[in-house]
C-alpha cells in the first residue's frame, strides 16, 4: 500500500472565472448593459416638467429646452452632501469653455421649504455659480415633484441642534438632456473631473447655443 496521499485534484474554479467573464460579455453585446430597476418600468419616476418657485419668478423645466439641465434636490441648510455636490458643480462649470456654458443651465430643488425662502436660496445657489437657481414650492408641489423623479426625502429630529431638524434626501445629479430627456442619473461623491466628462458627454449630443 503506497502510504503517499493522493495527488490533488485541480479545482475548476480558476477555469470558471475567465468562463464567466467571456460569458458576461457576451451578454453585454447581445442585450447592453443593464437598466437599473428605478429607471424603468411603469412604475418607475418618469422626470416629467414641473414648475416651482424662485425669486425672480415661476419656473419651468421645460423653460430651458435646448440645454442641458443640471437638476439636484437638496437644501440650504445641508451640512455636507449638498455643499460637496454644488461644489463639484462649480468646479466643473469653471472648467467649460463660455460657449459650452451657454448651454448649461442649473436648477437647485429644495426639500425644505419650511426653512428656505426664495430670497434664502437664491443666495445660497448663487453662491455655487450663478447659472444655478434656486426653486421650490408648497411641501406637497415640491413631493410630487420629488415623487415623478424617484427622489426620496424626510425630516429627522434632531433636538440636540439649533436647527431642530436636519433632511434625509437622495443625492443623485440629474442631467437633463436638451431634449427634455433624463440623460443621466449619477451618484453623490463623484470627483470633478468626472462630472466634467459627464457634462461634455450630453453636451455633444446638444444642439448649439442660438445667439
Known amino acids: 500500500m503506497d502510504p503517499r496521499p493522493p495527488p490533488a485534484r485541480p479545482r475548476p474554479w480558476p477555469l470558471l472565472v475567465p468562463l464567466a467573464l467571456i460569458a458576461a460579455l457576451v ?3 447581445i442585450w447592453g448593459p443593464a437598466r437599473p430597476a428605478w429607471l424603468g418600468g411603469a412604475d418607475g419616476p418618469r422626470f416629467g416638467d414641473f414648475a416651482l418657485q ?14 442641458v439641465v443640471i437638476v439636484y434636490f437638496g437644501y440650504a441648510s445641508c451640512p455636507d452632501v449638498c455643499p460637496t455636490t454644488l461644489q463639484t ?7 467649460l469653455p463660455p460657449e459650452d456654458r451657454a448651454r448649461i443651465a442649473g436648477l437647485f430643488i429644495s426639500v425644505d421649504p419650511e426653512r428656505d425662502t426664495l430670497a434664502r436660496l437664491a443666495e445660497y445657489a ?5 447659472k ?10 415640491v413631493r410630487a415633484v420629488a415623487e415623478d423623479w424617484g427622489v426620496d426625502f424626510a425630516k429627522v429630529p434632531q433636538p440636540e441642534s439649533a436647527l431642530g431638524y436636519a433632511v434625509d434626501h437622495s443625492g443623485l445629479l440629474f442631467l437633463v438632456g436638451p431634449d427634455g ?21 450630453v453636451l455633444a449630443k446638444a444642439p448649439p447655443a442660438k445667439g
Not at 458643480?89 to 472648467?95: C, D, E, I, S, T
Open 54 to 67: 424662485s425669486a425672480a419668478g415661476p419656473v419651468r423645466l421645460s423653460d430651458h429646452a435646448g440645454k
Open 132 to 141: 444655478i437657481v434656486g426653486v421650490t414650492g408648497t411641501e406637497a408641489e
Open 27 to 29: 451578454g453585454l453585446l
Open 126 to 130: 448663487a453662491f455655487f455659480d450663478p
Open 89 to 95: 458643480v462649480q468646479g466643473a462649470l469653471k472648467r
Open 181 to 201: 430627456e433624463m440623460a443621466k442619473a449619477l451618484p453623490h461623491g463623484l470627483p470633478v473631473e468626472v462630472l466634467l466628462a459627464e457634462l461634455r458627454d
